[in-house]
């Protein structure tokens, strides 16, 4: 007897990976992978970063959105140090972020080193053993913290690599693109696309340093960035701040 579903009907969903940190960027990929259609593998690393808030967010994101699997993976950079997360280095406060500052080309303490390339690189492993040709990232190029790893010539740098490094891309079974759907939108035009995609802000966090609680401190580069962001897009931050934000 034969199916009277058609051949798309009955086509199983193109697998992706998304790098999913709990925080706003990362959630609002993750709900855009969602949209197109992807069944969805993320990916969260603990690696020595000062708070765990983050991580229990991405569970709780990658739990509500109904991802295939989340893959949660410990690795150890604070052997290294380098950085405000992973030493014992003061997290910047109180930066002025705008353009024009003095500081708006520094690559500020909280800049972990090559971290987005140790990510994209468990992300390159996954998407070869799950059979995804697309690894999203949520890294931006206009409303950031000045991160070298975060620039479109990396990004296509890493993507070149990643077809000439896997078995997939040398075979020519799979060609590998890394997506970075926010690469060039201001903090308020992803705020604005995440909120029609039904993203819960409320569920993220984006803070270097909470409080003991898990409140935001408002003074960090991504807290300053998240509430321009809001402003700017005319909604309310959900989240909850110390302080003079509160």
Known sequence: MKSASSPAQSKSPSPAVVLLSGGLDSTTVLAIARSEGFAVHTLTFRYGQRHSAEIEAAKKIARSAGVVRHHLVEIDLTLFG?????ADIPVPKDRDLRPSSSTANEIPA????????????????LAEVVGAANIFIGV???????????????????????NLATRAGVEGKTRLTIRTPLISLT?????RLGASLGVDYSATTSCYDPGTHGEASGRCDACQL??????????EDPIEYGGAHA
């Not at 380098?82 to 992973?86: I, K, Q, V, Y």
């Not at 909280?110 to 492993?125: D, E, G, K, M, Q």
């Not at 409303?143 to 690599?161: N, V």
């Open 187 to 191: 903090k308020a035009a992803i705020i």
């Open 82 to 86: 380098g950085s405000a997360l992973t």
């Open 140 to 162: 931006n190029a206009l409303d950031y913290s000045g991160y070298p790893d975060c620039r479109p010539e990396y990004i296509h740098a890493f993507e070149r690599m990643a």
């Open 110 to 125: 909280t800049y972990v080193p090559a971290r987005n390339t140790i990510f994209l690189s468990y992300a390159l492993a």
């Open 226 to 235: 998240r509430l321009k962001g809001f402003s700017e897009a005319g909604l």
